[in-house]
């Protein structure tokens, strides 16, 4: 059974920094993406970022320039490097795969994704 372990997240003041993991479990993916997702109270739930087997990132544009995905294969182990963080960035974070190297246009949207993780609470005071 594939398993995603979110860890984290937490509390910062604006302009600060987080890293994310996802460790991964249970799987033999050949070919995969990774996916970060977030939900704000309220809101739905929207792509963030996104690394595939090639090491592809893809990002929403609310995060570019801020946000990196990277990951250790040999840990199994995906990131997402969270910089200058904004109070409009509190949120539920997700990370979700897929046994698929999605296209552009799928990659951020979560219906493409099998697996998910629970999620860390990120919370970014002004």
């Known amino acids: 059974m594939v398993q995603l372990v979110e860890s984290g997240g937490g509390s910062v003041r604006s302009g600060g920094s987080l890293r994310l993991s996802c460790a991964a479990s249970?799987?033999?993916?050949?070919?995969?993406?990774m996916g970060w997702f977030r939900q704000a109270p309220g809101k739905e739930r929207e792509g963030v970022a996104t690394?595939?087997?090639?090491?592809?990132?893809t990002y929403a544009d609310s995060v570019k320039g801020r946000f990196t995905t990277s990951q250790d294969n040999a840990r199994n182990t995906f990131y997402l490097q969270m910089n200058s963080l904004k109070p409009e960035d509190t949120a539920m974070y997700f990370c979700?795969?897929?046994?698929?190297?999605?296209?552009?246009?799928?990659?951020?949207?979560?219906?493409?994704?099998?697996?998910w993780g629970q999620g860390t609470q990120v919370t970014v005071s002004s």
């Open positions: 979700a795969a897929v046994e698929a190297a999605l296209v552009p246009s799928e990659r951020l949207q979560d219906r493409s994704y099998k697996y």
């Open positions: 249970g799987y033999t993916f050949g070919t995969y993406t």
């Open positions: 690394i595939n087997t090639y090491d592809i990132s």
